[in-house]
């Protein structure tokens, strides 16, 4: 543990700095020119480049919750942990942890790296989920992400066993990322078990 918290890794200390890195959140959804009040802010990832860390912080966030999945998605393992007590923060309740094995990329900054929000949608596809995006959120700023420094990457994850498709939209700028999909994390790890 002494190794997570030298890092600033400690859940303890990723709890302290989650109303911090909300915040960021919230700047970045105003560059997006969305509001994302309304939606939920289904799960929160971490990022960590050390497999070691990567393996304490699995065994630490056990005690805040319980693992609903180890799914392999793009060669490594992505562990979900749902919290016991959903974490409260501006507003949102997010029910669960995504912790992400290191992969060969190396992330400059360790710690909260992303929220997903659920927009609801019958998307079975990163196109119909523009379409379904441009719908939902007519204000978000397509034109102008670049000049604003946000990238934008449209993805489709999937692990073995899912049966319920749940293409991404991810809107980064600097250490900190929105993404956007139609379902909540915990439906597709159900539909992992039908």
């Known amino acids: 543990m002494q190794k997570l918290t030298d890092a600033g890794l400690h859940p303890e200390q990723m709890l302290a700095a989650l109303p ?65 007590k959903p974490l409260q923060v501006d507003g949102w309740t997010i029910e669960a942890l995504e912790l992400p094995y290191p992969s060969d990329k190396v992330y400059p900054q360790q710690g909260w790296e992303h929220v997903e929000f659920v927009i609801p949608s019958a998307s079975a596809n990163t196109d119909e989920l523009k379409v379904a995006l441009e719908q939902t959120l007519p204000t978000l700023a397509w034109d ?20 319920l498709a749940n293409p991404t939209y991810a809107f980064k700028k600097g250490n900190v990322c929105i993404k956007l999909h139609p379902c909540s994390l915990k439906a597709v790890i159900e539909s992992e078990a039908e």
């Open 20 to 84: 911090t890195f909300m915040a960021e959140i919230a700047q970045l959804a105003a560059d997006l020119e969305v509001d994302l009040s309304s939606y939920q802010a289904d799960h929160i990832a971490l990022r960590v480049n050390d497999l070691s860390l990567a393996k304490q912080l699995h065994h630490a966030w056990l005690a805040y919750g319980e693992e609903w999945s180890v799914n392999e998605i793009n060669g490594r393992p992505i562990v979900v942990i749902g919290f016991e």
């Open 144 to 163: 102008s992400l670049t000049e604003k420094g946000i990238k934008v990457k449209a993805s489709s994850p999937s692990g073995e066993h899912e049966r």
